[in-house]
Structure formats: C-alpha cells, structure tokens
C-alpha cells in the first residue's frame, strides 16, 4: 500500500513553496488523493505514467506546478480561479487502464492519446461528483480536462460515446445527462472531425495543459525509451532504474 502522505511530501520538498502555500494547496489536493483509485494510481507497478513514474506522482507534480503558474499569474491580476485549475490537474488524467503495454488493439483514434481525457472525466464525475454540483465550474473542469492535452487533439464525442472505445464506457450509464452533454459540447469539433484540435476555453484549463507540459517533458520523459513509448505505448524495459 502506498502512503499517500510520504509520497505528496516527497513530490513537495522539490519545490520552493511557503508553509501558508503548502497549506492552501493541500488542502485542495487532499480531499481527491484519499479516494482509494487516486491511491491505486501513486502504485508505479500498477500504474507506470511516464517510464516508471506512477500516474499518482504525475497528476501531483502537475497540480503543485499548475498552483505556482496560477498564483504567479494573479500576481499580475490575471485572475486564474487557483482552486479550479489544481482540481483540473488533480482529475485531468485519471484514465482507466494503464497504457504501456496494454494489449488492447483500437482503431488509430480510439488510442489512449486521443481518448484518456474523456476516461478522466467520467470517472471524475463517478469518484468525486460533488465537484460537478455546481455547473458553471463543472463546465471550466470538463473543459480543461478534455483539452489538457493541446497541442496533441482529443477524441470528438458527437452524441455516441460508443464509437470511441473508451474502457470505462460501462459507466456511462451513471453520468447524469447534463454532464453528459457536458462532455460532448466540450469534445466537438465545429469541423465535423471525429477529433476537436483546440486549448480549453478557460484560463484554468490552459494553465493546467501548460504545467502538464513543463512537468512531463522537463521533468519526467528524460529517457529516449519513455518518449518513444508515447508514440508506440510498447515500453518493454519498462523496470529499468534509468527508465525516469
Ligand atoms: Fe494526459
Ligand atoms: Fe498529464
């Protein structure tokens, strides 16, 4: 079993941050990490993100980086909503199966790079629905989540989620509709594609897409092998002490 405190603490002390700031950003952080599939998610064996960094580690370092950028922004009065835009990174890639080395045969635009943003939002929505109370933040969090990936685009949803193959799709039937179409205003592209190409709507949203960036390509995919195994998903020495 993961500790979950150690793991935040040891993520934190890399960063320069104040006891008040620690403060605000855990407790934002805490109430999503305690859910036993954020836990399941900080287990690198069971699910490597990034070479052998555990998506839990992952979705942490971006949400402290995506805290910095949104407080450094309202520093110069943009007004970045910080609160929003941690929850965003905190849920933004909380897919369901791990995706180097998975087995699973898709058609080219079912593949985990364009369709794990609407995974983590269903299962936002399924583990931590009073997030999706309110519908004007339900809205910038779905958006951002769906768009976190930009420039890379993201699985269009026009109406049937079927056709994307997602692997929780049974959930489906959980999500309110609403939240639903929600999920689909969010994901269709104006040009009839089967993929929409744009940045969230949101000043949160594209501030998380930009921490996402910094903290995977400065500080995590740092070995040819991790990088290559975006493309191809296939990692087969994926154990390895160098694979960081
Ligand atoms: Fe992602
Ligand atoms: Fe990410």
Redesign the pocket.
């Known amino acids: 079993m993961v500790n979950c405190t150690n793991e935040i603490s040891d993520i934190l002390v890399m960063y320069n941050l104040t006891e008040e700031e620690k403060k605000e950003l855990l407790d934002i952080i805490n109430p999503i990490i305690i859910h036993e599939e954020f836990i399941k998610r900080l287990n690198s064996k069971m699910y490597p993100h990034h070479g052998n960094i555990s998506l839990g580690n992952h979705i942490v370092s971006d949400a402290i980086e995506t805290y910095i950028i949104s407080k450094k922004k309202n520093r110069k009065k943009e007004k970045v909503d910080v609160e929003l835009a941690v929850v965003i990174a905190m849920f ?2 909380l897919y369901e199966l791990p995706w180097q080395n998975n087995k699973i045969n898709k058609r080219f635009l079912n593949k985990h790079g364009f369709t ?2 609407i995974e983590a939002v269903i299962n936002a929505y399924i583990w931590y629905p009073e997030y999706f109370k309110d519908l004007t933040k339900a809205r910038v969090i779905i958006d951002g989540i769906i768009h ?2 930009y420039p890379f685009p993201v699985r269009s949803i026009n109406v049937n989620f079927n056709e994307s193959e997602i692997n929780n799709l049974d959930k489906i039937d959980f999500i309110n509709d609403e939240i639903k179409n929600l999920i689909i205003e969010s994901s269709i592209s104006l040009k009839k594609l089967p993929i929409s190409f744009r940045k969230s709507i949101y000043k949160e949203g594209r501030v998380m897409s930009r921490a ?1 960036k910094l903290i995977s390509f400065k500080k995590e995919l740092k070995s040819v092998r991790a990088l290559k195994a975006c493309i191809t998903g296939k990692n087969k020495k994926l154990y390895e002490k160098n694979d960081k």
């Open positions: 933004h890639d794990h943003p976190h990936m996402d």
